[in-house]
């Protein structure tokens, strides 16, 4: 049953040019990055903190208890040594092979970066972007990772915040309005490794005005009546299967 639908997503890719990959927490599984919601994810597995992890990855207490905030950060949000999985390695061939136009994510690591994918639409923001509060100068992933403490501007002393999106912050609606318009565009919508219960991100695939959305998940979601193809597999399995890489 798996290979008759991988084969049917194969052809579907086949017959495709301008497709758009969504992706969530589940991409990045396989990169042994933990996701946020399932038995073994974040949100499970570090309840032993003082605060639930909502409570210190939002914005209101960045800015109250930085501190707090990066002690849990460093520990749970950054995964320096990380490699591209299967799945990033497929989707960025794809792109190489003009087939992709645009990957959607929610994930802040990276990765598809990293594997070669060049037009990467991060919904979230990415944890190798930090700013600094006070005068806006830019800093990469190391002035974090190597920094003590609060990391501080080295122009003017100004706390340095990620430039990931917190809970109580809106997503850039730049790039909000590239991803309605990539998946507008699109004749293939790949929907992989997410629960599609994070708004505003998920109600994205509304856009969809295309024949063929097909969910790579490990587990059902709330969207798969919306399905034409539905894959309960890992998403690395799935691509790299349909890809050659």
Same mark, same amino acid.
Do not use: W
């Given at each position: 049953m798996l290979s008759e639908k991988i084969n049917e997503l194969k052809s579907l890719i086949d017959r495709?040019?301008?497709?758009?990959?969504?992706?969530g927490a589940g991409v990045s599984?396989?990169?042994?990055?933990?996701?946020?919601?399932?038995?073994?994810?974040l949100f499970h597995t570090t309840l032993n903190h003082a605060y639930p992890p909502e409570t210190i990855l939002s914005h209101h207490f960045f800015v109250q208890?930085?501190?707090?905030?990066?002690?849990?950060?460093?520990?749970?949000?950054?995964?320096?040594?990380? /490699?591209? *999985?299967?799945?990033?390695?497929?989707?960025?061939? @794809?792109?190489? $092979?003009? #087939?992709?136009?645009?990957?959607?994510?929610q994930n802040i690591d990276g990765l598809h970066q990293l594997a070669g994918s060049k037009n990467v639409l991060e919904l979230h923001g990415s944890i190798h972007r930090n700013t600094c509060m006070k005068c806006g100068k830019k800093f990469e992933l190391d002035a974090i990772i190597h920094s003590?403490?609060?990391?501080?501007?080295?122009?003017?002393?100004g706390v340095i915040k990620p430039d990931v999106v917190l809970y109580e912050e809106n997503l850039d609606m730049e790039v909000i309005q590239a991803a309605v318009e990539a998946i507008e565009s699109a004749d293939l919508l790949i929907v992989g490794?997410?629960?599609?219960?994070?708004?505003?991100?998920?109600? /994205?695939? *509304?856009?969809?005005?295309?024949?063929?959305?097909? @969910?790579?998940? $490990?587990? #059902?979601?709330?969207?798969?009546?919306?399905?034409?193809?539905?894959?309960?597999?890992?998403?690395?399995?799935?691509?790299?299967?349909?890809?050659?890489?």
């Open positions: 495709s040019s301008r497709i758009v990959f969504f992706g599984t396989e990169s042994q990055i933990p996701d946020f919601r399932s038995s073994s994810g208890f930085p501190d707090v905030f990066y002690t849990f950060y460093r520990e749970n949000m950054i995964y320096e040594h990380a /490699l591209p *999985n299967p799945a990033h390695k497929a989707l960025a061939e @794809l792109e190489a $092979k003009g #087939k992709l136009s645009a990957i959607i994510t003590v403490g609060v990391p501080k501007c080295d122009a003017c002393g490794g997410t629960s599609l219960i994070v708004y505003p991100a998920a109600g /994205l695939i *509304n856009y969809y005005k295309g024949r063929n959305l097909v @969910l790579i998940n $490990k587990d #059902k979601t709330g969207h798969d009546h919306k399905a034409t193809l539905q894959i309960l597999a890992p998403i690395g399995e799935v691509l790299s299967e349909c890809v050659s890489i």
